[in-house]
């Protein structure tokens, strides 16, 4: 039996990915999408050809014939909608960061876990064929010893093109309709004029950080953090070794981001691809002091956002727990709450 799907939002990310992508799995049906505004909505469903339109989320609580939901929205909305659609019964899939605040996370959490329903939230780097094959090399040595111990690690993200010309070969459904207000949801503690610039922190890098969560586990604790505007530095502690956390936005033609882990005897680096740049891996570089060598590693080439997406659609089907589910994506934004919180301590000092 086929997944029946119904989208929310009908932005860039459902457009040019998540529509596309959902389509072209066999085991699925898109047959609903949720858009606010009514114009662009109306001309999304049209050019997908999805058969129903609802202006709201709301619309289709009730209706029986959805299973599903993939939720790209403002990430105000997230919890919200997100709450809303498990309540009725559905599974949701929703982007990255699962909320704007621990405590919308965890309701988001605990009501999938009281519904039994699957929520599963986009950190599609960790679906990257390259990631994968970083993440069982480093697995691997950790245990091996063939590099000598992890000493140092660097995370390291300044963005540029996040879309890698994918515009010019998929074009955008635009109207001229307003977009719908979206009221601030900070973390109880955080004051609003600090809201701005750790939403951005947060929406964009909340991917390193699942990536370095999901390589070296839980850390120790925030040994130091720092914000200028929106360039950002800390230093997170793990048992044996620490990783400098480093953030901010370029303007360039490319994708600045990376994951560098130094051992006693060599390094591993990862670097993701620009995120919508279309089967492209990450690039993994190997150096090993023993050997005097560099090796360079390609994954196969695949879409993390299309594996991403029939991961989804094969944890519906097997009752499977995603790998990316949402009481993981908690923990990242615990963990961002925590950064921030150290810079405010430090700067009050």
């Given at each position: 039996?086929?997944?029946?799907?119904a989208f929310?939002?009908?932005?860039?990310?459902?457009?040019?990915?998540?529509?596309?992508n959902?389509?072209?799995?066999?085991?699925?049906?898109?047959?609903?999408?949720?858009?606010l505004?009514?114009?662009l909505?109306?001309?999304?469903?049209?050019?997908?050809?999805?058969?129903?339109?609802?202006?709201?989320?709301?619309?289709?609580?009730?209706?029986?014939?959805?299973?599903?939901c993939?939720?790209?929205v403002?990430d105000?909305?997230?919890?919200?909608?997100?709450?809303?659609?498990?309540?009725?019964?559905?599974?949701?899939?929703?982007?990255?960061p699962?909320?704007?605040?621990?405590?919308?996370?965890?309701?988001?959490?605990?009501?999938a876990?009281?519904?039994g329903?699957?929520?599963?939230?986009?950190?599609?780097?960790?679906?990257?064929?390259?990631?994968?094959y970083?993440?069982?090399?480093?697995?691997?040595?950790?245990?091996?010893?063939?590099?000598?111990?992890?000493?140092?690690?660097?995370?390291?993200?300044?963005?540029?093109?996040w879309?890698?010309?994918?515009?010019?070969?998929?074009?955008?459904?635009?109207?001229d309709e307003?977009?719908?207000?979206?009221?601030?949801?900070?973390?109880?503690?955080?004051?609003?004029?600090e809201?701005?610039?750790?939403?951005?922190?947060?929406?964009?890098?909340?991917?390193?950080?699942?990536?370095?969560?999901?390589?070296?586990?839980e850390?120790?604790?925030?040994?130091?953090?720092?914000f200028?505007?929106?360039?950002?530095?800390?230093?997170?502690?793990?048992?044996?070794?620490?990783?400098?956390?480093?953030?901010?936005?370029?303007k360039?033609?490319?994708?600045?981001?990376?994951?560098?882990i130094?051992?006693?005897?060599?390094?591993?680096?990862?670097k993701?691809p620009?995120?919508?740049?279309?089967?492209?891996?990450?690039?993994?570089?190997?150096?090993?002091?023993?050997?005097?060598?560099?090796?360079h590693?390609?994954?196969?080439?695949?879409?993390?956002?299309?594996?991403?997406?029939?991961?989804?659609?094969?944890?519906?089907k097997?009752?499977?727990?995603?790998?990316?589910?949402?009481?993981?994506?908690?923990?990242?934004?615990?963990?961002?709450?925590?950064?921030?919180?150290?810079?405010?301590?430090?700067?009050?000092?």
């Amino acid at each position: 039996m086929k997944i029946r799907l119904a989208f929310i939002g009908a932005g860039i990310m459902n457009q040019l990915v998540h529509i596309p992508n959902f389509m072209s799995i066999s085991d699925c049906e898109i047959v609903a999408l949720c858009e606010l505004r009514e114009k662009l909505g109306k001309a999304v469903a049209a050019k997908y050809h999805i058969p129903r339109y609802y202006r709201s989320h709301l619309d289709i609580i009730d209706v029986k014939d959805i299973d599903a939901c993939v939720v790209a929205v403002a990430d105000e909305l997230h919890a919200p909608i997100v709450i809303d659609l498990l309540k009725s019964g559905k599974h949701v899939f929703v982007e990255k960061p699962i909320a704007t605040n621990s405590r919308d996370a965890k309701e988001m959490v605990k009501c999938a876990e009281k519904r039994g329903r699957i929520l599963m939230v986009g950190y599609m780097k960790r679906y990257d064929p390259g990631c994968r094959y970083a993440k069982s090399l480093v697995s691997k040595l950790m245990v091996s010893k063939e590099l000598g111990e992890i000493t140092y690690a660097r995370v390291h993200c300044y963005g540029g093109d996040w879309l890698g010309g994918i515009i010019g070969t998929s074009p955008l459904v635009t109207s001229d309709e307003p977009r719908p207000e979206v009221k601030p949801r900070p973390p109880e503690w955080m004051n609003l004029s600090e809201y701005s610039r750790y939403r951005a922190f947060l929406d964009v890098f909340c991917h390193d950080i699942n990536l370095m969560r999901w390589f070296f586990g839980e850390p120790v604790k925030i040994v130091y953090s720092t914000f200028h505007d929106n360039t950002h530095n800390s230093v997170i502690s793990y048992e044996n070794f620490n990783v400098g956390f480093e953030t901010g936005f370029i303007k360039a033609h490319f994708w600045d981001e990376e994951l560098k882990i130094y051992f006693e005897k060599g390094w591993i680096k990862v670097k993701p691809p620009i995120p919508l740049l279309r089967n492209i891996p990450a690039l993994v570089e190997v150096y090993s002091s023993q050997n005097r060598t560099f090796k360079h590693c390609w994954g196969k080439w695949e879409w993390a956002f299309k594996k991403e997406a029939e991961h989804f659609i094969e944890c519906i089907k097997h009752d499977k727990e995603p790998l990316t589910n949402g009481r993981d994506a908690l923990k990242d934004v615990k963990l961002m709450e925590k950064i921030y919180k150290r810079f405010l301590e430090m700067k009050q000092v």
